[in-house]
């Protein structure tokens, strides 16, 4: 989760610079949430969004709450808020975060990767520019994976590295893709991926 809190600060920052005013409740909320005190977070950013319903800070509000619930092990209310920025705010940024940490949930926190599915594939479908659609991919690719559904996994990560060449998470996808072509008994590509995560500078994939 340190990744969705770096992309919600960097949004915070954003905000500030098209927006100008920062409002002191909402940097206080942020500021809370940061140290870790959940609760308290969550108190103040629910006032802030009873207090300025019409604010553009909003939807980045109620991503901060849903953050705070996710940390809190209160998955279920992480979820129903993500549903909400989703609802209100769908077609912007904020619902695609909201979509992969709905993903997120299901899949790692309450172990239930099918019900995570709809949420990547809307990304891929209907979200293929934005931020998150490499991501997406992956998940959508771990997912086919843990149904061993290898074949249809083999293919997400092959289309992840054509339609990602330069991305950081390549090496992964390069690795996790081998470990398909083992299961459908392909060792020479296999190898062949195998072989160009050693080659790369994130070669402990290779081990895996």
Not at 47 to 62: G, H, L, T
Not at 125 to 145: M, R, T, V
Request: aromatic share 14%; hydrophobic share 40%.
């Amino acid at each position: 989760m340190k990744r969705f809190l770096t992309f919600l600060s960097i949004l915070f920052f954003t905000s500030a610079l098209l927006f100008c005013d920062v409002p002191e409740t909402f940097e206080k909320g942020m500021d809370l949430a940061s140290n870790w005190k959940l609760a308290e977070s969550i108190s103040v950013f629910e006032k802030f969004i009873k207090e300025n319903p019409d604010s553009k800070f909003k939807p980045m509000a109620m991503n901060w709450i849903a953050y705070c619930y996710d940390q809190k092990r209160d998955f279920l209310k992480s979820i129903d808020y993500n549903k909400k920025i989703i609802s209100e705010y769908p077609q912007s940024v904020y619902a695609c975060s909201a979509k992969m940490s709905i993903a997120r949930i299901y899949y790692t926190r309450l172990d239930e990767p099918d019900k995570a599915f709809p949420y990547v594939d809307d990304v891929i479908k209907n979200n293929p520019l934005s931020l998150y659609a490499e991501e997406a991919y992956l998940w959508e690719g771990l997912i086919y994976q843990r149904n061993e559904e290898w074949e249809k996994s083999a293919e997400i990560y092959e289309v992840v590295l054509k339609k990602f060449p330069n991305a950081v998470s390549n090496d992964r996808a390069r690795a996790l893709l081998a470990g398909n072509y083992v299961r459908l008994k392909n060792y020479k590509k296999a190898i062949e991926q195998y072989e160009i995560v050693s080659k790369s500078k994130n070669n402990k994939l290779a081990e895996e």
